[in-house]
């Protein structure tokens, strides 16, 4: 780093003036004659000291050693002998810690772990699977323990290599998915790794150590190696597949405040304050107690070098970052920046909101409506989610789906479709949340109608649809994945969905038990037609281009909406867009319970999806040559007039 004095350098970090280049985090730095350690903490700290411990968890201290201050603000010490297997933690007056940027700690995240060698490096096969496009992409959104927990065959149920297991790739792949989103899967607090003996659950929206694996999805949290190693088989295994990995990653927040890595080792700095009277109090801009101050250099580059180290050493391929509208936007560019230089198919996305008031001003935001000034960026769209289901406010309200048919959710469900961009037909002051077109290009919009958050599809149907049959839950759901999976958007959906999945009506299942929470793998053989056509519209999206073009103009040149009755949907795509091999594309969505029609050019059709079922092959369901079609209750209708197909037929 370079030699500044320590006044001059804090004043410079502290005011922002920095990039912080020149600095490091924590290290640990290993060989079998000494160990060097290193701490970013103030200069002005009255002692720092690096404890040495046998174990991850208990017993004393084998050593205690002063670190020095080496530069400003890092302080610094070596310890001879050979440390291997030995265990570490931090303190400098605040309480014990691994430090922000451990690689590797013993059970429960408590200490930093000196591995003797590395983990799996340079050993497994580095290539990610290709995905031209974030418009080629098909997420799946999963909890390990969701997944696999109550699977009968599973070999690691609830572990990372339930997803190495046979079953498990094969069913992602018969759906035809091609990227797997984990939800949290750094080490985290609220599941305690001593105890995995006993049923526990949790999201996992608590970090503690960043730049680690959780050890309870591990088969051995005690064992440092262990979680590393079985993480990166999991991402092997998937890569081999085909399927891409995407992490779920917070940095918006920590679990508390003073038992934080963060606060441990430089008091304050990474949190924001703001003023409540005359009192400075931390701001909880994330709902949970506090918000991290991605505008601090130092914040900033532990955020850039957090996910350039998943990149790298776990081959990640894309971060869906929790509350984005925490993190201000500067961040998020440089983020897209610095994996742009590894990869740039590294896909980006988050949630472009906040769950309180931040200490910024939202100006100033990785928020939806800032998305144009973060190209390569995409963000979940509430709008079309809300337009369908009904109001995040309240579970009892429908949306189009229920026969909520105002402007708002017609209009918001035809932005959703044409991937929240500027488009001709679209009137976006109706639409609910975005009074302006969000998306710069389509792949900046996340489609979907349900995620981990909120009540699964199943269950809002049913919560707002009063007296709503089994027969007409079914119809809606594979309605409501229509018009996710023909959006231009990225299509996103929540693990399950295909299964009918219910959470028993829990809206918030963030630590229900696994009977709230697990897959009921009974459901694919209950369900038949459900998996069948959740995968037949996936590989509708996968074959035809015209479902993703991938960009905006594009989407205007090719994408039309045709005139349709109260709550029917309507639109084509024509032209062979995206050199779709079929020529005119015709969607129809209808959410009434009564049978709609709707006039079309006069020609020769194929209908491939009608009635709740889909058929691929060049046949289709049925052919018809007229100026008008009928689409059934509750359901969408997809054909096209394709000639050169029925000149086959014929
Ligand atoms: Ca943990």
Redesign the pocket.
């Known amino acids: 780093m370079k030699k500044v004095t320590r006044s001059v350098l804090l004043a410079m970090l502290l005011s922002q003036q920095v990039t912080a280049q020149d600095f490091c985090f924590d290290e640990m730095n290993y060989s079998a004659e000494q160990t060097t350690f290193r701490l970013f903490a103030p200069a002005d700290a009255k002692k720092v000291v690096v404890r040495i411990y046998k174990e991850g968890e208990g017993g004393r201290p084998l050593k205690t050693v002063q670190m020095k201050l080496a530069a400003d603000a890092v302080w610094s010490t070596t310890v001879a002998g050979n440390l291997g297997g030995r265990f570490y933690t931090f303190d400098m007056g605040h309480g014990e810690t691994p430090g922000v940027f451990a690689k590797a700690v013993g059970v429960?995240?408590r200490r930093g772990a000196i591995l003797k060698e590395p983990v799996m490096t340079g050993d497994w096969d580095r290539k990610r699977p290709v995905i031209k496009s974030p418009a080629d992409l098909v997420v799946y959104e999963l909890h390990h323990r969701d997944f696999s927990i109550a699977r009968q065959d599973a070999k690691y149920p609830g572990k990372y290599l339930a997803l190495t297991e046979p079953w498990a790739i094969r069913h992602l792949q018969e759906l035809g998915v091609n990227a797997v989103h984990i939800l949290p899967s750094y080490?985290?607090?609220s599941?305690d790794?001593t105890r995995l003996d006993q049923p526990q659950y949790n999201w996992g929206y608590d970090p503690?150590n960043y730049n680690v694996p959780?050890?309870?999805y591990s088969t051995d949290p005690r064992d440092p190696a262990c979680r590393i190693r079985e993480f990166k088989q999991m991402v092997q295994a998937l890569h081999k597949a085909g399927i891409a990995v995407i992490l779920d990653v917070v940095y918006n927040h920590t679990y508390d405040i003073e038992h934080s890595n963060f606060q441990r080792t430089y008091p304050d700095y990474y949190y924001r304050k703001t003023t409540n009277g005359s009192q400075s109090v931390y701001s909880n801009g994330s709902g949970c107690g506090n918000e991290t101050a991605s505008e601090k250099p130092m914040m900033r580059r532990f955020m850039i070098e957090s996910v350039k180290y998943w990149a790298k050493e776990f081959h990640i391929d894309g971060f869906r970052f929790d509350l984005m509208g925490v993190h201000d936007i500067v961040t998020m560019n440089e983020i897209r920046k610095a994996l742009d230089e590894i990869d740039p198919t590294i896909f980006i996305y988050g949630e472009g909101w906040s769950a309180g008031a931040c200490a910024l001003p939202s100006e100033r935001l990785g928020m939806k409506a800032n998305i144009p000034q973060m190209p390569g960026i995409a963000a979940f769209s509430d709008d079309i989610r809300d337009a369908l289901r009904g109001p995040f406010s309240d579970d009892t309200k429908c949306g189009w789906l229920g026969g909520s048919y105002g402007n708002k959710e017609t209009e918001s469900l035809k932005a959703g479709i044409a991937g929240m961009i500027e488009h001709p037909q679209i009137d976006y002051s109706k639409v609910n949340y975005s009074k302006v077109p969000y998306a710069l290009e389509p792949t900046q919009m996340m489609s979907y109608v349900s995620c981990h958050d909120d009540m699964c599809l199943v269950d809002r149907l049913r919560a707002s649809i009063p007296g709503i049959t089994e027969e007409e839950l079914i119809r809606l759901d594979l309605l409501a994945q229509t018009a996710v999976f023909t959006s231009q958007g990225v299509p996103f959906m929540l693990s399950g969905e295909e299964l009918l999945r219910s959470k028993k009506g829990v809206h918030n299942s963030y630590e229900s038990p696994d009977s709230i929470n697990q897959l009921d793998w009974q459901n694919k053989l209950r369900y038949p037609q459900v998996f069948k056509y959740y995968q037949g519209l996936i590989s509708l999206r996968r074959q035809h281009p015209a479902f993703r073009l991938g960009n905006a103009d594009l989407v205007r040149k090719h994408l039309e909406f045709l005139d349709a009755p109260e709550g029917v949907v309507a639109y084509r795509l024509k032209n062979y867009a995206g050199r779709d091999g079929w020529r005119n594309i015709y969607v129809v969505l209808n959410s009434t319970r009564q049978e709609q029609q709707i006039a079309v050019p006069k020609a020769a059709y194929t209908v491939m999806c009608a009635n709740g079922v889909i058929e691929l092959r060049t046949r289709g369901l049925e052919r018809f040559t007229g100026d008008k079609v009928t689409v059934a209750p509750q359901s969408a209708l997809i054909m096209h007039d394709s000639q050169s197909n029925l000149a086959i037929y014929d």
């Open positions: 429960n995240g080490d985290y607090g599941v790794e503690v959780e050890g309870s």
